[in-house]
């Protein structure tokens, strides 16, 4: 018989449903961002107690794993010393002529708008364990960026 005229079921012409990709390294987080996954998780596992939908369900499933992953394998940084660049650590700095303040966070709390990027994004990269008063490389330009400060950001300590 011709597959023209053979029924397939409509599953097999699904996407695959992949897990969500886990970040390549260590899982370092802040205080901050490991009570923020802790909280995720929290209101994923109600939503799927609430979801009657099974497709729905299935997409929350997905997440709570993510999310439980990420809670098992955090890493909690120390408080980073003021002046040395690290996870927590708010850095203001002069790239380009133009002065800027950032907060380096984990991969799950980083808000690039909100001034949170995480410690693996490359400007996070080029900026981690400098201290105030170095000039550090970036973009394959050296002396690019000026670290002006670093001081430790009680909002993601908390």
Do not use: C, W
Not at 16 to 37: A, F, K, S, W
């Amino acid at each position: 018989m011709s597959v023209a005229f053979r029924r397939e079921s409509d599953d097999e012409h699904m996407e695959p449903q992949y897990e969500l990709p886990i970040p390549v390294g260590p899982n370092l987080v802040t205080p901050r961002g490991l009570r923020l996954i802790v909280e995720k998780l929290a209101a994923l596992k109600a939503s799927a107690e609430a979801e009657t939908d099974e497709e729905a369900r299935k997409k929350i499933l997905r997440s709570i794993r993510y999310f439980a992953t990420r809670q098992s394998t955090a890493d909690v940084q120390p408080t980073p010393k003021d002046g040395h660049v690290g996870i927590g650590s708010r850095v203001t700095f002069v790239l380009d002529g133009r002065e800027r303040s950032l907060t380096i966070v984990g991969h799950d709390e980083s808000e690039p708008n909100q001034g949170l990027i995480a410690f693996s994004a490359p400007l996070g990269r080029a900026l981690m364990n400098a201290e105030a008063g170095d000039f550090m490389s970036f973009q394959g330009r050296d002396d690019v960026i000026e670290i002006l400060s670093v001081q430790a950001d009680p909002k993601v300590q908390a």
